[in-house]
């Protein structure tokens, strides 16, 4: 099947993002919308939205990746994850107008732009669904949680470790203040939250809640289909994996009729083999075709 792949340019608040549109012959009403996170362009990492970009629209369903402002070729100050809501809504303006008959989009994002997708997609009747891919949902207390569960605990089942530790070659000082560390991070936050809870100071609505509150807020807004795809070997998906364990309100979320969570064993968080990529982009491909027929 013939694809046409168009350079596009969307204006977002005087700064030109610069874009590309893939358009298939005769594409489904639901097109698909990649949002770049972390220090990349459009082309990802290992140039997995490109490749998956063209594996999409080779199967009729239209798609535009782009660079949002301060990013690969597009203009601007380079800014957060989190304020980037403007550049979605100019890029989905720009999407609709190159593909005539589109009716919705799924925005597909990994790590941050996963966060930054949940943000904006309840504010647009256009988005139709998430895929989200390794949510960032990053703190200081949740990352020491996870680097003591899947690292620590793991290192006293090297073999290495206890080579050194026999070898008296082993950091007794070095480590234990390392863990220390890790447990002042995971004890004081919760301290400190309890507290300004009992004040009323924590406000469940407030758009400045910690970053796993304010992911989950936005999802229940949001009240859509949601695709959580998950890596095995990744640190990020982890401490996501831990946040939902911890949380009632991100269990509730996740048994929602309407959210799926595919856990894939073995892989790294960017997909880095043509395995882990072409199979993360069958697992979308199908998901998106199952929206286009709801």
Same mark, same amino acid.
């Given at each position: ?37 972390? #220090? ?6 290992? !140039? ?13 369903? @239209? ?5 949002? !402002? ?72 949740? @990352? ?14 090297? &073999? ?51 970053? #796993? ?11 859509? &289909? ?10 990020? @998906?982890?401490?996501? !994996? ?53």
């Amino acid at each position: 099947m013939k694809t046409i792949e168009t350079p596009v340019v969307c204006s977002c608040q005087s700064d030109d993002l610069i874009g590309i549109v893939h358009q298939p012959e005769s594409p489904l009403k639901v097109g698909v919308l990649i949002v770049v996170g972390g #220090p990349q362009y459009r082309v990802g990492s290992h !140039r997995q939205f490109v490749l998956m970009a063209r594996m999409l629209a080779d199967n009729h369903i @239209a798609v535009m990746r782009f660079d949002y !402002r301060g990013m690969g070729d597009s203009e601007g100050v380079v800014r957060s994850f989190s304020d980037v809501d403007e550049d979605i809504k100019s890029a989905l303006d720009v999407f609709y107008k190159h593909t005539p008959g589109l009716r919705g989009v799924v925005i597909w994002g990994l790590c941050d732009a996963a966060s930054a997708s949940a943000f904006y997609a309840y504010q647009d009747k256009r988005v139709k669904g998430l895929v989200l891919l390794n949510p960032w949902v990053f703190t200081e207390q949740g @990352a020491a949680k996870t680097y003591l569960k899947h690292y620590y605990l793991q290192r006293l089942c090297s &073999p290495a470790l206890w080579c050194k530790v026999f070898s008296f070659q082993f950091d007794y000082q070095k480590s234990f203040s390392s863990i220390a560390l890790m447990l002042k991070k995971i004890v004081l936050p919760s301290i400190e939250n309890a507290s300004l809870m009992r004040q009323g100071v924590i406000d469940l609505v407030d758009p400045n809640l910690s970053l #796993p509150d304010r992911v989950r807020e936005c999802l229940f807004r949001f009240k859509r &289909p949601i695709l959580f795809i998950l890596s095995g070997r990744d640190l990020t @998906a982890d401490e996501f !994996r831990g946040v939902v364990k911890s949380c009632e309100k991100w269990q509730l979320l996740l048994e929602g009729c309407e959210v799926s969570t595919v856990d894939l064993a073995g892989m790294d968080h960017t997909f880095s083999s043509q395995k882990w990529r072409d199979e993360v982009s069958q697992i979308t491909l199908n998901w998106v075709k199952e929206q286009s027929l709801k």
